[in-house]
């Protein structure tokens, strides 16, 4: 009969699991993360697992998420008919199956992912990001106005936005083996690095080639280290400022560096015509200026 009830009790909380998907709960907090696969045609689309997973509620077809989730999309191309769902509550990953085999498309209409907590963490990886806008804010698809939090970004490719389609940083973190193309940015560049804070942001094994903004913007008053290592930064235009590198500094503050290695700057042009691979954007303060910690070609 014990022997009978214990295999009972190890049945029962078998059952259990199961049926809870996988959650683990400790005591009456929701601790539990969830995953969600999506399709370009599934019943659970990219939008509603969004809200699922920030807001704890079933969304669609999409079951209520945790405090840490995950969407997986499928391969195929997500075309958006609103502004994707801002992050505010949750830690996000987001996966897709290669950054040529999911494609997330704005139609230079829609904007992509936005956070606007801290203290979230966030990780984008293996999709594109074509045609983004948006009426948060116009030149950027990933961001997080508040820092605090951590983003990682990975194999993403951010391409073909005729309004906006870059990313503005306020956290540390990091964007490896990526590229930015034919991305038109309205304020700031491409990659955009704000009241950055204190933390350490990596770029490496990066492309941020082709487009009509600065490469690369940092406004340099809130400290921090960003480290650009393997990346290629060429064939930047843009009107009034340098366009590969370009320095700010619109307020005190105790300073940002900025070191380059194994890095190439080539073909950057400010008003189309002045070659203009790094320098200042900017601002009337004290300025930092990159640090070459060696191996590292400019034209």
């Known amino acids: 009969m014990k022997n009978n009830y214990k295999q009972w009790l190890k049945l029962y909380f078998g059952a259990l699991v199961l049926s809870l998907g996988g959650f683990v709960i400790f005591g009456t907090a929701r601790a539990w993360a969830l ?6 045609s599934s019943a659970c689309t990219l939008p509603n697992a969004i809200t699922a997973a920030n807001t704890d509620t079933t969304t669609g077809a ?4 945790g405090t840490s989730n995950t969407i997986n999309m499928a391969a195929g191309t997500y075309t958006l ?14 996966n897709g199956a290669g950054s040529e085999q999911t494609i997330i498309d704005g139609t230079n209409t829609y904007q992509m992912f936005n956070i ?9 990886s293996n999709f594109s990001t ?24 990975s194999s993403v490719v951010f391409r073909d936005s005729s309004v906006a389609g870059a990313v503005y940083i306020n956290e540390p973190g990091s964007i490896t083996d990526s590229a930015f193309t034919n991305v038109v940015g309205s304020n700031g560049g491409v990659v955009f690095f704000g009241t950055f804070g204190s933390g350490v942001f990596n770029i490496t094994n990066t492309t941020i080639s082709g487009n ?4 690369f913007y940092v406004d340099t008053r809130s400290g921090g280290t960003i480290n650009l290592i393997n990346d290629t930064i060429a064939n930047n235009s843009v009107g009034g400022e340098p366009a590969g590198i370009a320095i700010s500094n619109t307020n005190s503050g105790p300073g940002t560096i900025i ?16 070659a203009a691979n790094c320098g200042v954007g900017g601002g009337g303060f004290g300025f930092e200026l990159p640090v070459s910690l060696g191996h590292n070609l400019s034209d």
């Open 259 to 274: 070191n380059l290695e194994n890095t190439i700057l080539a073909s950057n042009v400010e008003s189309g015509t002045t």
């Open 81 to 94: 008919s609103a502004d994707l769902p801002t992050i505010t509550t949750h830690n996000l990953t987001v």
């Open 35 to 40: 995953a969600y696969n999506v399709t370009p």
């Open 212 to 215: 009509n903004s600065a490469g």
């Open 130 to 153: 074509k045609g983004a806008a948006g009426v948060n804010a116009n030149w950027y698809s990933i961001a997080d106005d508040n820092g605090g939090g951590t983003i990682n970004i």
């Open 116 to 124: 606007t907590t801290s203290g979230l963490n966030t990780v984008f």
């Open 62 to 65: 999409c079951a209520a998420g």
